[in-house]
């Protein structure tokens, strides 16, 4: 995996989860396929897959490029900003 410049600026430790699930898709009565945490704050929003997108809605709201997946088992980071795995 490439490390892009994001990784750098990234806290360290990561930040907590805010939340459990995509509260985003809760208010809308929706429900997330798979969760993404912001390894910079700590939101929890739903993946692509998911009707709203709220993860990637969270990036383009705030600049936080780097998330990773919040699925048990899984371990995988993705930067928005240069579109790749770190």
């Known amino acids: 995996m490439n490390e892009c410049t994001h990784v750098e600026l990234l806290p360290h430790p990561e930040p907590p989860a805010l939340s459990e699930t995509c509260l985003e898709c809760e208010a809308a009565g929706s429900h997330p396929v798979q969760l993404r945490l912001c390894l910079t704050c700590g939101h929890v929003g739903c993946c692509d897959s998911s009707p709203f997108q709220h993860g ?4 383009k709201d705030t600049g ?13 980071r993705w930067c928005f900003a240069d579109g790749a795995i770190v």
Request: aromatic letters at 18%; a negative charge; glycine letters at 6%.
């Open 56 to 59: 990637t809605q969270h990036f």
């Open 64 to 76: 936080h490029a780097v998330m990773r997946t919040f699925e048990p088992g899984e371990s995988w």
